[in-house]
């Protein structure tokens, strides 16, 4: 996104608050993430720091994409230098684990300002087919129709449609469930259980996401739009998706720790998992495939038997 935006207008300085001094060299020195994306050359305009400070210092918009599960601890350790009234753009897809709380939630409690300007943006994107200008289309989702209006007009280019929303429980709901729901997915993939067997899952699994969406006070368009059912398709179908790959190694056997040991990214989809449960308790919905992900995930339950299960389940009218 700082690529995008810098490639936007050549005259805005986008700094970048990264964590390792390697990366912030390489991206200063050489124009490129030697660590993430090192064959593509950022635009001169994007200026890396580990100072959050100095990154912070007269800005006009933060685009945020820590894990969510590391979020409140950092944001809580940069809220002296964040302005009031300076707008979050959160790239970040999940629920805080224990609280069960949304980056809408997370972001204006961690910076102790409960005005705090805050936008989600969401939709199917993976970050490299963005790098490589290829068509994309997204959403952002504010309560504040205005600054909804202005990120559009800051994010959109010739490669990259923007929509709007207001509904931010919609948006940020679908983005973290479809995580888990691509875990499954990937399960079935790893399992080499067929087409029939994964369109059936995918489809249940976005009901189960529209149950509980709208029980939270989403609206059903929300759900079948770009940030539903569209990302929902690119998670769970394309080979790129970091949680597809982290369902596919349970599949074919591997132990969850040895998966995560080995991947230099997060799998939002693995920590939101454990809050689906608590969610489909406290809204009384019931959520077979995206519990049964959760369950496997906190080893209770081996991917061949929740197959078992789900299978075993009562024959019901479609809802």
Same mark, same amino acid.
């Given at each position: ?210 149950? #509980? $969406?709208? *029980?939270?006070?989403? &609206?059903?368009?929300?759900? +079948? ?5 569209? /990302?929902?398709? =690119? %998670? ?42 608590? #969610? $489909?308790? *406290?809204?009384?919905? &019931?959520?077979?495939?995206? +519990? ?5 995930? /906190?080893?209770? =339950? %081996? ?17």
């Amino acid at each position: 996104m700082a690529a995008h935006v810098a490639n936007r207008k050549a005259q805005l300085e986008v700094k970048m608050l990264v964590r390792d001094p390697q990366v912030c060299l390489s991206i200063n020195k050489r124009h490129c993430n030697c660590k993430y994306f090192p064959d593509h050359m950022l635009p001169e305009n994007v200026v890396a720091t580990t100072d959050a400070k100095s990154a912070l210092l007269d800005a006009d918009f933060c685009l945020h994409a820590v894990p969510v599960q590391f979020s409140s601890s950092f944001l809580e350790s940069i809220a002296d230098y964040v302005h009031p009234g300076l707008p979050f753009i959160s790239l970040s897809k999940g629920l805080e684990l224990n609280t069960l709380r949304m980056m809408a939630q997370i972001i204006p409690q961690a910076l102790r300002n409960p005005r705090q300007p805050f936008v989600a943006l969401s939709g199917p994107s993976f970050a490299l087919e963005l790098m490589n200008k290829l068509p994309t289309a997204m959403v952002v989702a504010s309560k504040d129709k205005k600054l909804a209006n202005t990120v559009q007009q800051l994010l959109a280019s010739d490669h990259l449609r923007i929509s709007t929303s207001s509904d931010v429980t919609g948006v940020e709901i679908a983005g973290a469930l479809k995580n888990v729901l691509a875990i499954a997915a990937g399960i079935v993939e790893g399992m080499n259980l067929g087409n029939n067997s994964m369109a059936a899952l995918v489809s249940q699994g976005c009901s189960e996401i529209r149950w #509980l $969406a709208t *029980k939270m006070g989403a &609206k059903p368009a929300t759900i +079948t739009g770009l940030s539903g059912t569209g /990302d929902i398709m =690119l %998670t769970c179908f394309v080979n790129l998706s970091r949680n597809r790959t982290v369902g596919v190694r349970l599949g074919s056997g591997e132990k969850l720790e040895n998966i995560i040991n080995s991947m230099n990214q997060v799998a939002e989809g693995v920590s939101t998992a454990g809050a689906v449960i608590a #969610l $489909a308790q *406290k809204y009384n919905v &019931k959520m077979p495939v995206l +519990t049964a992900v959760a369950r496997i995930i /906190d080893n209770e =339950l %081996t991917p061949k038997k929740a197959v078992f299960e789900l299978m075993s389940l009562p024959q019901v009218e479609e809802v």
